[in-house]
């Protein structure tokens, strides 16, 4: 696609349930990332991939956190036994993989708004 | 974790006026960028900045990255109703591919 796509856009769920959350990357890109915002604040880095593996994974709050990227392309974001602290807006964001820092931007998604109720 | 400083939280400005926004950090970014984000919206880059002392403009927004590498500012001039919505900074340390610290941004309204 033209941009990164996430899916769903909206997810509301009951304390103590599993979800997964869906990134698309721009078409190419090799870097992803997820980020997670609440509410009025800025953007927390969660983890990082390089193709399929991750590098830093430092931001992910806790084990509860996991994600995978498979064929260079899509991700899944998992947050198992969700707690009303996950409630957030979860983006994601890819970038080529670039030789010189201007080539290194980073293009996001409109992101998952997570509800935990 | 680390958040770069922005404030105020908000500023309301009338059409047409100039706006000026900072960000500082304690320690040292090798890359600033800011971006703008609309409501249900991801941020959207406006500017990025890789060199200290780096003035870059894009149309009406003109962006400079501080000589200690630990501050950026970006102006917006002769603002208009679009240019509502919140500006985060963001700097990124050593190494293409590294993740974005980010600021808690600044929320700007424009009256008309």
């Known amino acids: 696609g033209a941009g990164v796509s996430q899916s769903p856009s909206n997810k509301v769920t009951e304390k103590g349930k599993d979800v997964e959350l869906r990134c698309d990357p721009i078409s190419g890109h090799t870097a992803l990332y997820w980020y997670r915002q609440r509410l009025g604040q800025g953007l927390e880095f969660l983890i990082y991939f390089q193709g399929n593996s991750a590098p830093d994974k430092s931001g992910l709050p806790s084990d509860r956190f996991s994600a995978e990227r498979t064929g260079e392309s899509v991700s899944t974001l998992t947050i198992q036994r969700t707690q009303q602290e996950d409630s957030a807006v979860y983006l994601c964001a890819s970038s080529s993989r670039a030789k010189t820092l201007a080539k290194n931007i980073q293009y996001f998604g409109a992101g998952t708004r997570l509800s935990v109720l | 974790g680390q958040q770069l400083n922005q404030s105020p939280q908000s500023m309301f400005i009338q059409e047409g006026e100039d706006v000026s926004m900072n960000c500082t950090s304690s320690s040292i970014f090798n890359t600033w960028l800011w971006y703008k984000q609309d409501p249900g919206e991801g941020p959207v880059l406006l500017i990025a900045?890789?060199?200290?002392?780096e003035l870059t403009s894009n149309g009406r927004l003109t962006a400079q990255f501080g000589i200690t590498r630990k501050d950026s500012f970006l102006n917006i001039s002769a603002s208009i109703p679009s240019d509502v919505g919140i500006y985060f900074c963001?700097?990124?340390?050593?190494?293409?591919?590294?993740?974005?610290?980010f600021g808690k941004g600044i929320t700007l309204s424009v009256r008309p």
């Open positions: 963001a700097g990124q340390k050593s190494g293409a591919n590294s993740k974005l610290t």
């Open positions: 900045l890789y060199k200290a002392g």
